[in-house]
């Protein structure tokens, strides 16, 4: 097992930056890919971004690419995921997922990709 616990959701205005952590517990954290999901009201899950265990390679959305930048530290089990240039349109609550093997390499952009999820944080980006 796994246990994912997300932090530094809140609400800024248009234009500005948060980082989310994502602190993991449980199974060797380097074993995993890691990704950020969202969820806007009314929608589904999308893919954020995410990164191989060895860091060497990240994948972003298109929507986000150029100003989030998603990074791993495995010696505090954490995952990053810097936000700059916020928008109101990512406002939605924001989720960390990990995922092993060959599952993650194939899936990674999807849910499937993953085995287990935080319980997500919310950002709200004011107008």
């Known amino acids: 097992q796994v246990q994912l616990v997300e932090s530094g959701g809140g609400l800024v205005q248009a234009g500005g930056s948060l980082r989310l952590s994502c602190a993991a517990s449980g199974r060797t954290f380097s074993d995993y890919g890691m990704g950020w999901f969202r969820q806007a009201p009314g929608k589904e899950r999308e893919f954020v971004a995410a990164?191989?265990?060895?860091?060497?390679?990240?994948y972003y959305a298109e929507s986000v690419k150029g100003r989030f930048t998603i990074s791993r530290d495995n010696a505090k089990n954490t995952v990053y995921l810097q936000m700059n240039s916020l928008k109101p349109e990512d406002t939605a609550v924001y989720y960390c997922?990990?995922?092993?093997?060959?599952?993650?390499?194939?899936?990674?952009?999807?849910?499937?990709?993953?085995?287990?999820w935080g319980q997500g944080t919310q950002v709200t980006v004011s107008s």
């Open positions: 997922a990990a995922g092993a093997g060959l599952s993650f390499m194939i899936s990674y952009r999807g849910s499937r990709g993953y085995d287990y």
């Open positions: 990164i191989r265990w060895s860091s060497t390679n990240t």
